[in-house]
């Protein structure tokens, strides 16, 4: 059964740009939540998304956003990146919704802004 | 303010020993208690997860135990090997108005020496 796959795994972009990041889910899961790591704040909840809509969300700045497919595929968007943004960004998947169940991850995307 | 606060921040043991990590959380309504082992550039795999009725949970060489009252989980590694080297994090769950809150500890960092 394959996992949790996230692309790409690393990526450089620089202040004002906006990134796109992708996340499926292993099949048959419908809920996808997303995470930012950094060695100062640790993991932190982005929003989770299921049957196509966002059901929950952190507490992050408009400019990062994101969206569901029919597929159950999932990408984030963060615009006007600033340097703060560097960071481990990290989707996991469930089959239900809410996060109540337990969590797959995937090996995340590295984004360095420089 | 929900928070969940793990302790030691970082550890090192000799292969062959136990140890064992500490985590209180102040999230309430309390949904669930979860631990996750996190290797150096690999995304989050979940070790447990324990509701508010349970006391004690084990995954091989890994026992989880939670005290809902004094709200403080533990993660008891026995008899460690070189793989255990890693992050270990504590995450709660929480109920909210509109779906389930994450709230992610800073995670123990384990280092085990042979």
């Known amino acids: 059964k394959a996992g949790v796959t996230q692309t790409p795994r690393y990526l450089i972009k620089t202040r004002g740009q906006q990134v796109t990041l992708s996340c499926s889910p292993i099949?048959?899961?419908?809920?996808v939540s997303w995470y930012q790591q950094t060695p100062g704040q640790g993991l932190q909840f982005l929003f989770e998304?299921?049957?196509?809509?966002q059901r929950n969300k952190g507490n992050f700045p408009g400019r990062f956003s994101g969206r569901q497919f029919s597929n159950s595929r999932s990408e984030m968007n963060v615009s006007t990146l600033e340097l703060g943004d560097s960071a481990l960004y990290l989707c996991a998947s469930s089959w239900g919704q809410g996060i109540t169940g337990e969590l797959f991850f995937g090996e995340g995307s590295r984004l360095t802004v420089l | 303010k929900n928070q969940v606060e793990q302790s030691p921040q970082s550890l090192i043991i000799l292969e062959g020993k136990n140890c064992t990590l500490q985590c209180n959380y102040t999230v309430s309504p309390f949904s669930n208690l979860r631990w996750y082992k996190q290797d150096t550039g690999r995304g989050p795999v979940s070790l447990t997860i324990?509701?508010?009725?349970?006391n004690t949970k084990s995954n091989g060489r890994y026992t989880a135990t939670l005290d809902a009252d004094t709200k403080q989980s533990s993660l008891h590694i026995t008899a460690s090997q070189l793989s255990d080297s890693a992050s270990y994090i504590c995450v709660v769950s929480g109920f909210r108005e509109y779906g389930n809150k994450l709230v992610f500890g800073a995670g123990t960092i384990l280092r085990v020496k042979s």
């Open positions: 099949s048959g899961h419908r809920s």
């Open positions: 324990m509701t508010f009725s349970e």
């Open positions: 998304y299921f049957s196509e809509t």
